[in-house]
């Protein structure tokens, strides 16, 4: 089963800062899982819509200006990174799950994972695009349609996982609070692999994993290596 560090190693330091990427990578991890967003011109790590709750700036993150954010203290003295930022830090060294947390966010990660490539030594197979903006992912995989795509969900769908097919997605990711064997079997027929978020605990790993899921996020990696 794949262990993915969500938001970094978030359970250990703030989520989706240099420090809890640079934890992950410490801690060995595989794979990790960040969000961006688009504001000013620029892709930034941070997973809410306002900027309360992880720094200590006021308001909607989409709507500031670079130098407002660049401002802020996202934790512990931490800067809000950029998507670039993380990319350089990590260096091809693990999977990067790139969540598109919102509008005009697919242009951008098609143009900055090129760049990755060419610059920083990743290669396209290291990269899973994932959202629950549905529009955003498959514009996404029109313009780089060799990168594996992970189709969002926080509820269970009627169809089971019959939307990430016609998305075209390799996974389907699936809130832990939704996910069954029912949802897993018809992914696997679909030949998707299922990845499931947020999983602190090594008793609901172990359940997931009778399930047959493929791959948790978790906030605390250190529990799973
Ligand atoms: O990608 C898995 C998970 O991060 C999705 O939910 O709200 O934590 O971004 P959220
Ligand atoms: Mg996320």
């Not at 720094?55 to 709507?63: A, E, F, K, N, P």
């Not at 130098?67 to 999977?95: F, H, K, N």
């Not at 549905?134 to 939307?163: D, S, W």
């Given at each position: 089963m794949q262990i993915i560090a969500h938001r970094g190693a978030s359970g250990l330091a703030p989520e989706n800062t240099l420090k809890a990427i640079r934890l992950a990578l410490e801690l060995g991890?595989?794979?990790?899982?960040?969000?961006?967003?688009?504001?000013?011109?620029?892709?930034?790590?941070?997973?809410?819509?306002?900027?309360?709750?992880?720094?200590?700036?006021?308001?909607?993150?989409?709507?500031?200006?670079?130098?407002?954010?660049?401002?802020?203290?996202?934790?512990q003295g931490e800067r809000i990174p950029t998507l670039w930022q993380v990319m350089a830090l990590i260096r091809g060294r693990c999977e990067l799950?790139?969540?598109?947390?919102?509008?005009?966010?697919?242009?951008?990660?098609?143009?900055?994972?090129?760049?990755?490539?060419?610059?920083?030594?990743?290669?396209?197979?290291q990269w899973i695009v994932s959202s629950f903006h549905h529009p955003e992912l498959a514009r996404f995989a029109l313009l780089r349609p060799?990168?594996?795509?992970?189709?969002?969900?926080?509820?269970?769908?009627?169809?089971?996982?019959?939307?990430?097919?016609?998305l075209g997605a390799w996974s389907l990711n699936c809130d832990?609070?939704?996910?069954?064997?029912?949802?897993?079997?018809?992914?696997?027929?679909?030949?998707?692999?299922?990845?499931?978020?947020t999983v602190d605990e090594v008793a609901d790993r172990?359940?997931?994993?009778?399930?047959?899921?493929?791959g948790i996020f978790t906030n605390r990696p250190d529990r799973f290596s």
């Amino acid at each position: 089963m794949q262990i993915i560090a969500h938001r970094g190693a978030s359970g250990l330091a703030p989520e989706n800062t240099l420090k809890a990427i640079r934890l992950a990578l410490e801690l060995g991890a595989g794979a990790i899982e960040l969000d961006v967003q688009q504001a000013d011109g620029e892709l930034w790590v941070f997973h809410d819509r306002r900027l309360e709750r992880c720094t200590d700036g006021h308001g909607v993150l989409t709507r500031q200006s670079r130098a407002y954010l660049e401002s802020l203290d996202a934790g512990q003295g931490e800067r809000i990174p950029t998507l670039w930022q993380v990319m350089a830090l990590i260096r091809g060294r693990c999977e990067l799950h790139i969540e598109l947390k919102g509008d005009h966010t697919a242009d951008a990660v098609a143009t900055l994972t090129r760049r990755a490539e060419a610059e920083l030594g990743f290669t396209p197979a290291q990269w899973i695009v994932s959202s629950f903006h549905h529009p955003e992912l498959a514009r996404f995989a029109l313009l780089r349609p060799e990168i594996r795509i992970g189709a969002l969900t926080a509820n269970l769908p009627l169809q089971l996982a019959r939307f990430a097919e016609r998305l075209g997605a390799w996974s389907l990711n699936c809130d832990v609070d939704f996910v069954n064997a029912e949802l897993v079997a018809d992914a696997h027929r679909r030949g998707l692999k299922v990845l499931v978020y947020t999983v602190d605990e090594v008793a609901d790993r172990d359940t997931l994993e009778a399930m047959g899921v493929d791959g948790i996020f978790t906030n605390r990696p250190d529990r799973f290596s």
